[in-house]
């Protein structure tokens, strides 16, 4: 056949037809527009989303590293690292005493850091938000942050002061004046360190071979266990040595995995989306394209002026939708979360050119392949068949009678009818459904980690920190009856328990328990030597002193619940047992049931061991020896002025605002505030909030643009329904069925996709939410439904799923009367 | 004497397309007798099938009155009229409009059961055996020739025992001995009913079968018979 020069013509009536038909074809184009708005944004804020997860981590850990070496290293296996083609960067870190006391405060309890170059510029850096001066580069130089200098009683110390402190390291214990070269502001555990230059570590008797920490962060952020394993291997490490990756890179191929199905899913949606539209849009026109045939139109010709009506809806949709995802990602969530104060810290929404290509690849493969099937349809009817065609109008089976309410029957026949486009649609809504189900869920499992553990859950923890480790009648009652019954009169305070205690000391006995310490503490001190540990033990035991501590019967559950409720209450709280805690070295078992002498002032006595705490709660006092808990009726036998030592608060409501800065400014207004150092859950949350810098609220953007395209796919796709069914309705009408009565029917039609996907979404929804959580889950967060949310979503998908097809029926019928729609299709 | 069941007087409806105005009824007088056959002829667009809708209660009247069976429907609401034609309009039309997501049986039904009302289970039988369609009724409207689901939609129209039954062009896309048969049904199904049957037609030898056949031409009666 010879070639004829159609295009024009083609041409002409393709943009006539989408021009005349403005309805259908604006419901294809928004279909597209929605895919390429959704594919991009999503991927556009779900990328941003995983950097801020990053970055969360790396301010909870205070620095970016995947795995870490502790217990020293070797300069060998730091090289391997270093020269290892996946390994990024290797930074080390390493302790080098503690500072005891500064000219203005007698008791302090702050670590010394030494870092090196990779480490504070690269490891580092993430977690550091702020900071003034420099890196030590002197011996006696320090950089700070604002809780340590406060911890020294120097918290107005800037740049360049001086401070005078004693500190102690591997050398013994000194006292120098430093000059502050830097503060830093931050996230992470060493805020209440000091960080010293190489030159002072030099000198401080530790090396790295044996306390030092070596961390590498990788080049991916997704390697495989097996990567981690290998390395490990390769290290050669002794038995003294700890490897340790972090949990997000040990599960981090699961989390790149979990991922790669979340985009799938997305993907997925997107196909479906347009699939569906583009095959109601083009069969809903089979009469059309057989009145065309009839006047003479090739199938060529007819495939190639579909193509042409899709493609300029195509490409126009797609650069809609890329346009309005590139508005909304990078110009409107930045400015909302702007307007509402939520950072994105250092991480912005910031323009990707892979996802860009992607969604432009994804949406075109969706248009392609979604025009396949109906262009198919279109071509091989003939121009007779055409005329009678309706969708759908494949040769049905015969069906008997059946009873029952007639709208239920009639609204089951409609999904049945069509259980290609019932599938596309029931699993398109419940996909968003299902989506905004695992996303939510992940993202208030992040919510949930606002709770840094502390003891017995609580709202807020009061220490009395005037001891110091020396001096053993140090202890100042920095917490007396007055500032308890302010703290007790405090409104939404419901719970407060006090822990009191008194300083006692072990005698020396050889072979008994402080026998046993004494050996486990010179191991701890190498500049110590345990003959002469003795000796000086025997003389002054009171410089080795430990604590007697009582406590009240309901934090006696709690410590007997963590300890697994081996001892017996009555026998506790008579004072025939106590607890005995040490979180410097390890005590073994063997000493649960036997005796220890302990002396107060003059007295000595012994108590039965019920038990061994390694909690480090009991051990936030100074003294080096080890605590003795028992019940305060047992304390107050033994003594008549025990001191508070410790309060623990519960409020009646948690992270209240108001109740905290009440006690807090009962704490100012001590005279030793100063010495009074507080935990609090409200202050601890703000800090994760922080490190989370707009995490959730990104997360949330995603799972609502994804549930917002999922629900106007169905509107889409209802709308297009009900729109091909308009004659059927018509005739329902002229035969006697009111508007009521389609109401109703189309009520009914709306309730079963709504039940259909919320049924999936719960049933096979919390399957794939459950997998998919505990595949990411590295941080061993408790799986909960957020169930509020998940409600919400459900009810608007309801209410949508009700309300489209009434209203749609009401737009497509408008005033007309039964004859004026009939006769549309004579 | 028989009583009057279909009376419209000056019986107007005009269509508004774009910014035109067309009439396609004008004044019109038209009376129909219980149990009358009465045919409509008159070339396209004369206005014949906007009469037998108004009559049926499908659309509604610019100006004038409808009176059916004592019931005024100019003054319906869209509810009433609904009611209207479920129990007391039987339609058949040309397109057959059987409902393709219901099999035959239901589609006789519907309007029953869109009543709520009982379904004459013996009265089903005895139509769809008279109009031979009693093996049909799981069948799909898709899966019957053109003259099987006029005759389903026949049944339909019957089921409900209308007062009148209304034709509109049931023959047309029908072959001559179908519509013969068809009409032939129909006019014998009124009859044993006792109903009023109403036909619009091209074909005239179908037209002749009435007892009475009304021209229209240009809105207008133009010869009553």
Redesign the interface.
Known sequence: MLAVNDYAVINKLAKNTVRTNKRQFFILFLTILLSGFMLFSVFTIGLTYLDLSRLQNTRLYGSEYDIAIMNGFTEAQKEILIYHSGVKSVGVLAYCGNVKSSDSDRSVNVGLLWGDKTYWESQKAPAVTEMNGHYPQRQKELLATKKALKACGKGSLSVGGCLSITYEDNRGIHTADFVISGIWKGYGGDQANFYVSEDFYEQTGYDLESSGILQAKFQSSYVTGKTIEELKDSLELSMTQVFQASKYIEKSLTILLAVLGLCFIICLSAYLLIYNILFLSVSGKVRYYGLLQTLGMTKKQLVRLICKQIWMVGVTGMTAGILLGVSVSLIVVPYVMKVFGISLGNTGLSFYPEVLALSIFVTGIAVLCGVRKPIHTAADVTPVEAVKY?EN?G??R????RGGN?YWR?AK??LG?NQKRTAVVFLSLAMSLMVFFCLTTLIDSQGRRTVYPNYWDADYIIHNATQTTENIASLQPAIDDTFLSEIQKTENVAEVHAVTGIPVTFPYEEGGFSDFWLKGCTEMKPYLIYSDAVSEYQRNPEKYYGMLKGIDGAEFDYLNESLGGIIDKQEFLSGRTAVLQYAGFEIPKKWIGSSISFSIGNQKRKIAIGAISYGDYYGATANIGANLIVSQSCLESLTSKPCVLSLVMKYQRSYDDETEKEIKNIIKASPYHNDLLSISKYEDRKTIRDSQSGMLETGTVISLLLLLVGMLNYVNTMANSIQNRKL?FS???????????IRNLLIQEGILYAGGSVFITVTIGTGITYFIFQSVNYMKIPFTIPVFPLLCAISLVMVLCILTPIVTYKRTVRNR????R?RE?? | MEKTIVKTKSLSKHYHVHAHTVIALDGVDFEVKEREFVSIIGKSGCGKSTLLHMIGGLDFPTSGTIIVDGMDLSKMKEEQLAIFRRRKAGFIFQQYNLIPDLNIYDNITFPLELDGAAVDKELIQELVKELHIADKLEMFPSMLSGGEQQRAAIARALAIKPAIILADEPTGNLDTSASHEVIGLLKVMAEKYQQTLIVITHDLDIAQMADRIVRLQDGKIEKGK
């Not at chain 1, 015969?398 to 009678?401: Q, V």
């Open positions: 309706r109008m040769i049905p015969a069906k008997k009678k007639l009639m026949d409609q009818n059927t005739i329902m009408e002229s035969v006697g069925m009111s508007k009521k009565q009367s039964v004859t004026e009939l299709y004579e």
